[in-house]
């Protein structure tokens, strides 16, 4: 089974701080991304990279980054938190292969700005 | 741009009911459409999926159909169980690998 391993479940961090989300998965897929969360939105994405050191913006990347020095590593970076940011964080995964491939989802990271 | 727009929730139904929850999408090209379910504390589990017009993807008692003529891809489950409330997603996927969710949509089973 694909395992795909968010750092942290739960995160409070103060506005103003520079916040580090660190995703693993361990099936060597080329796809990974970062989503958020919020009630009546569904998911939304940030950042998406589908190779190593490639980034290309979401939907939502105002305030992130993103960095992916190693395939199986993508991280999730607020530059400077603030309370919008309190959210779900989703980390996914996926095969290059063809767009019927499904993304393999992180259990989340409910960060709270402060 | 390419959306999908689900049922609205929350859904509360009793054990052994019938569920349905509505999908419709807009794509420029023939997307693959994807159920995905979360259930409480955890990340999304893809449920089923259907990537060509007539499809029907099936998982754990739920099916699904690809309509391209309503472009629709509603779920829907003779008989549920309290183990199936959770929140459930419809997406779609094009060329890109991204995913388009809708909102998302609760269930609630009671025993």
């Known amino acids: 089974d694909v395992k795909v391993t968010q750092s942290s479940r739960y995160l409070v961090k103060r506005t103003g701080e520079k916040v580090f989300l660190e995703c693993v998965q361990d099936?060597?897929?080329?796809?990974m991304f970062w989503y958020r969360q919020d009630p009546g939105l569904g998911l939304r994405l940030i950042y998406f990279?589908?190779?190593?050191?490639?980034?290309e913006k979401g939907d939502i990347p105002e305030g992130y980054s993103v960095s992916r020095e190693k395939k199986e590593r993508f991280s999730l970076i607020l530059e400077s938190a603030s309370t919008n940011q309190t959210s779900m964080y989703l980390c996914?995964?996926?095969?290059?292969?063809?767009?019927?491939?499904?993304?393999?989802f992180g259990d989340g990271t409910r960060l709270s700005i402060l | 741009g390419d959306s999908v727009t689900q049922m609205e929730g929350p859904v509360t139904l009793s054990e052994e009911a019938f569920l349905t929850i509505n999908c419709t999408y807009t794509a420029t090209g023939y997307p693959s459409l994807f159920w995905y379910v979360q259930y409480p504390g955890e990340g999304l589990q893809l449920l089923l999926k259907a990537t060509k017009a007539d499809d029907k993807g099936s998982n754990k008692g739920f099916e699904a159909t690809y309509r391209k003529e309503t472009t629709s891809f509603h779920l829907e489950k003779g008989s549920v169980q309290v183990s199936d409330s959770a929140v459930y997603f419809c997406a779609l996927s094009l060329n890109d690998y991204k995913l388009s969710f809708g909102a998302g949509t609760t269930v609630t089973v009671r025993a």
């Open positions: 099936m060597d897929h080329e796809n």
């Open positions: 990279s589908y190779d190593v050191k490639m980034k």
């Open positions: 996914a995964s996926s095969t290059r292969t063809g767009s019927w491939q499904p993304q393999h």
